[in-house]
């Protein structure tokens, strides 16, 4: 049976100050194994609420409704998350890959050597980093990175990634993407990728939800048809080029 997470029909309200805010009204995607799915959607049209909601981080409350169908999944889903804000999210007392093999050293089940897997994903990803070095001696973008290994170092059932690749240059960016793309190749797992680099999400995705802030909920889901793996020229690839237009036009429309 395919893994597949169908989100339906999520609504959130938010409370503060005595006030009620809506931020999401009758959210629906489906996300599956074989297809890399991505949201595109202004700064507090909920994209990060969203994702803690698939991640159980964020329950329901009062009247929030909604429904989220896990398909395929064992009881127990290891999800591998990428904070938006990720130089909270490390540890700046261990080393790289400490950092890298933390999940391991905290779940209960694990038998792995946390160190040597982030020594092989550190070869793959990071190859000019010494895995002995510490997170104050990396650049935003590196450090970003060590955010996405860590993710990685499960090899989780989920894969949540919120701007992973805001901190590195256009070019890295892209590249990197490509190089995520190989390894959920290999294992395909049901993906939701949040970003504003617009040719990052195309690049990657076949489904592009948009999620307006004005509605509060996705009003489009976009198809890229480009076959997989994708290609440093598929971003001016005919598909690619009529996925973006109809992203930056549901951008301005919401500006
Ligand atoms: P995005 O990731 O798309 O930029 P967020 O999901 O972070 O948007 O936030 C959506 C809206 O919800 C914003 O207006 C934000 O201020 C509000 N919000 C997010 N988290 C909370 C919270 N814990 N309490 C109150 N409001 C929140
Ligand atoms: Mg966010």
Redesign the pocket.
Known sequence: MKKSIALENISMK?Y?DGNE?C?LDGVSMTLTEDRFASLV?P???????LMNIIARIMDYENDDTGKIIYNGFQSEKKIGYVWQNYKDSLLPWLTVEENIAFPIYVSPRSSSDGKELARKLIGTFLPDISPKAMIYQLSGGQQQMVCLLRALVLEPDIMLLDEPFAALDQQRSWTTALHFEKEWSKRQIPVLFVSHDVDAAVLLSDDIGLLSKKNRKITKCINNTLEHPRTLDMLTAKEHILCRKEIIEFLHSES
Not at 43 to 49: H, L
Request: charged share 25%; no cysteine.
């Open positions: 938010f503060r805010k931020v959607g700064n507090g049209s909920g994209k990060s609420t």
